[in-house]
């Protein structure tokens, strides 16, 4: 099983990739963004524990991550139907590396790339502002560069986390715990320059795709 590890800035498009690893090459797409966000949404005690560090923007503990992560990924291998799985947004802290390190060890698994989605600060704060999700399916539009269609706009969400301040905490956050994931991954790293439009990114990242024969 491949084992894709996905990091980069708020607005990188990392998202949006990882989620064509799922519709194309039947990947499993563990976001631990979205999975904390459903815990939120359902009321859970989790979810009520976290709603206040995602909206602000800092990160929830490692060991609450961890957790989530081993559970998932068990059931994954149990299920035994996809021919990888594409962490988004995990790791996200060295401890997390490591300990996913370790993890991956202990089930005889490898990590086979680590992708990082490399985008400046400006960027990120100008695509995320305009930034609406279809809250059925996750889909992600932009108010100017990317409308959603007529139909879906009457499910368009905005997440609590995705105004300019709040982007710029993000960001900080990123450079100083998940940066470091750079050094901590240099033999396994691929770097995609997310300065460009989507759909360079796309393309880029689709070239990456087949050359690595990572979709079987
Ligand atoms: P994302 O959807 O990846 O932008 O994540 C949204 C928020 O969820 C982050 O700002 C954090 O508060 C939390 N979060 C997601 N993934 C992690 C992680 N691996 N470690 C700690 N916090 C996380």
């Known amino acids: ?4 590890v996905f990091f980069g800035p708020a607005g990188s498009g990392k998202g949006t990739q990882a989620q064509y690893l799922k519709d194309e090459f ?18 859970s005690d989790l979810g009520i524990q976290v709603k206040n560090i995602i909206e602000s923007g800092d990160l929830v503990s490692d060991d609450v ?22 962490f988004d947004g995990f790791p996200r802290t060295i401890d997390q590396a490591r300990a996913f390190d370790q993890l991956l060890n202990s089930i005889d698994l490898t990590l086979n790339h680590a992708v990082y989605f490399d985008l400046a600060l400006e960027t990120s704060i100008q695509r995320i502002s305009g930034r609406q999700i279809d ?34 905490h993000r960001y900080q956050v990123y450079q100083n ?12 790293l691929l770097t995609i320059d997310c300065m460009k439009s989507i759909d360079d990114i796309h393309q880029l990242f689709d070239e990456l795709v087949h050359s690595l024969q990572i979709s079987v």
């Open 65 to 86: 991550i961890l957790q989530i992560i081993k559970d998932k990924i068990l059931t994954i291998i149990e299920e035994n139907n996809t021919p990888g799985i594409v």
């Open 1 to 4: 099983m491949n084992i894709l």
């Open 26 to 43: 039947n990947y499993s797409h563990l976001s631990t963004g979205d999975l904390l966000r459903a815990e939120v949404k359902s009321g």
């Open 135 to 168: 809250s059925r399916t996750n889909m992600v539009y932009h108010k100017e560069s990317n409308p959603a269609p007529i139909d879906v706009q009457p499910y368009l969400i905005t997440r609590e986390d995705d105004n300019p301040e709040k982007v710029k």
């Open 177 to 188: 715990e998940t940066q470091p994931l750079i050094k901590h991954y240099s033999d396994q």
